[in-house]
């Protein structure tokens, strides 16, 4: 029973150690450095147990106040099992000596073991969170270098240059994409060189300067931070020389026609081709050299343009354009045309005059304009006023009729010309006048049959039955025609009315009417109306009606 306290302090103390090595692993390798080369995990086991025993003679406080130290963790605390362990392990031998003197002590200590180490794994694994340390990071991945560029193939070369591209690498890696380096060498060797003296950051590049006829190889390399990456070239090498296309010459559509201009305008066409290398143009009008006094041509890569300062009537012509490459060759074109105003009629002659006309004739002007005459203009003027008025504009005919001249006049007459431009500055004056004389002329009015306009009368509108009120008048209206006029005569119950003031009888323009005045109760009956002239008579009838107003009772009464 004595004994057992005796384990249980020590397996006190050996707690705390277990949990500083939990807690700082990096502090503790150098002295823990000599314990690799213990032979079994069981001797490093009992080594602190044994280690611990020395430490019973010497003074201690009460197993209570050894036990306090390690629930709190002091860091003195967690030295001491350390130095005791590693005294332990620097002294193997003295462990072993007084393993055998304490015989009791050391099946105590193998009891308590086991549960020493199964409560050290709980105590590592659960370490308070304020005292970790955190991770640190992982180093870098070391940077690569890109893969080789792809599609690298030849967009153009001339004779002292060569022009590349080509697309960017597909996987560019973690350190991005600096440039790229074009590199030559000349085909039968492997002599490479850079012919950029800057990372090309574009995927397109001109090698210049380079010598006619020969032969390059060529390759590009990207570059990052990781280094180069593997190089892409061309598959065959490259002859340095202009590529030779077919020449031809593209004449706009409006040149196509001729061309035309008038004197004293500026000229300038440019007439664009194409071909490689740069075709050689000439120029030639009318199968002969240019003037170059009076035409410039100035040509380019692309076009050609001629240009002439101010034009003129010789400027005209059949212009013929001719672009050669090697031994190929086309040929465009072009009519150039200048006109101007024309100049007037020949001349111009009166060839008869009748009565109020003149027939004039005149033939075509000298001096066209160098374009067709499109029409003339006519002119008369009166000798004594001397006045000029057009008679025909834009005529196309070389003769006319000039009518509807004044009887007793002089007239001269004048022709100008036309044509695009417009009409000529000058005219023709016919050399004669024309004299309208004065001739007696005897005037005979047709005859003419009068018209019979005699007719017996007729009734256009008859009398209509009516009726009326006693003591409110009335009228009574027809209409009647004939010539001559005829006499109306009007009736009641084929009485003549006569002149009877209670009769009022008015007939305008054959509008016949009657007026009964306020008539009674016996003015009620048949009335007529009679139209009578020398051809004959009609009559048109009609009754009257009088009726007798209406008295209400309260009157009668």
């Not at 002329?441 to 009368?457: G, L, M, N, S, V």
């Not at 007026?515 to 048109?540: H, M, Q």
């Amino acid at each position: 029973m004595p004994s057992k306290p005796a384990p249980i302090k020590k397996a006190a103390k050996k707690e705390p150690a277990k949990k500083e090595e939990a807690k700082a692993p990096e502090a503790a390798p150098a002295e823990a450095a000599p314990a690799e080369t213990a032979p079994a995990p069981a001797e490093v086991e009992a080594a602190p147990a044994e280690a611990a025993a020395p430490a019973e003679e010497e003074p201690t406080p009460p197993p209570a106040d050894a036990a306090a130290p390690a629930r709190e963790e002091t860091p003195a605390a967690a030295e001491a099992p350390a130095d005791a362990a590693a005294s332990t392990e620097e002294t193997p031998a003295a462990a072993t000596a007084e393993a055998p003197a304490d015989a009791a002590a050391a099946p105590a200590a193998e009891e308590v073991a086991p549960a020493v180490d199964a409560e050290a794994p709980a105590d590592a694994e659960a370490p308070p969170p304020e005292e970790l340390k955190p991770p640190s990071p992982p180093p870098p991945p070391p940077k690569e270098p890109t893969s080789a560029p792809v599609d690298l193939f030849v967009e153009d070369k001339n004779d002292t240059s060569v022009t590349i591209i080509w697309s960017q690498p597909e996987v560019v890696g973690n350190s991005g994409l600096d440039g790229y380096t074009i590199e030559i060498c000349k085909d039968g060797t492997e002599d490479w060189k850079a012919v950029n003296e800057e990372l090309q950051k574009s995927c397109r590049f001109v090698i210049k300067n380079q010598t006619t006829g020969d032969r390059l190889k060529i390759r590009v390399v990207a570059v990052n931070a990781g280094g180069r990456s593997p190089p892409v070239a061309l598959p065959e090498a490259v002859l340095v020389k202009e590529v030779a296309n077919r020449p031809k010459v593209r004449l706009p559509r409006f040149l196509r026609q001729r061309y035309v201009a008038n004197v004293g305008e500026k000229i300038n066409l440019s007439i664009p081709f194409t071909g490689k290398p740069k075709p050689v143009v000439t120029w030639t009008k009318d199968g002969q050299p240019l003037d170059t006094k009076r035409v410039n041509i100035r040509s380019t890569d692309r076009d050609s343009i001629l240009f002439i300062r101010t034009a003129e009537r010789d400027d005209s012509g059949v212009y013929e354009m001719c672009v050669k490459v090697e031994d190929f060759e086309d040929k465009a074109s072009l009519i150039l045309q200048i006109v101007e105003l024309p100049g007037p009629p020949a001349s111009v002659k009166i060839v008869d005059t009748w009565g109020f006309n003149v027939a004039l004739e005149w033939t075509p002007p000298k001096d066209n304009g160098n374009t067709e005459i499109t029409g003339y203009t006519v002119q008369k003027a009166d000798k004594k006023t001397g006045d000029w008025f057009t008679v025909l504009d834009h005529y196309h005919r070389l003769n006319a009729t000039i009518s509807d001249l004044i009887m007793g006049n002089i007239y001269k007459f004048r022709v100008f010309a036309e044509n695009k431009v417009g009409m000529s500055e000058n005219a023709t004056v016919a050399k004669e006048e024309a004299k309208i004389l004065k001739t007696a002329i005897d005037y005979k009015p047709p005859e003419y049959k009068e018209r019979d306009f005699t007719e017996a009368p007729k009734f256009t509108t008859s009398l209509n039955d009516r009726a009326t009120t006693v003591g409110y008048s009335t009228k009574l209206l027809c209409s009647v025609r004939g010539f001559p006029k005829p006499k109306v005569i009007w009736m009641k119950n084929q009485m003549i009315i006569g002149d009877d003031p209670k009769y009022r009888q008015v007939c305008v323009q054959g509008i016949c009417t009657l007026e009964i005045r306020k008539p009674g109760n016996f003015d009620g009956g048949v009335y007529s109306c009679k139209a009578k002239n020398t051809l004959g008579e009609a009559t048109v009838s009609c009754k009257l009606e009088v009726k007798q107003p209406v008295v209400p009772d309260s009157e009668k009464k």
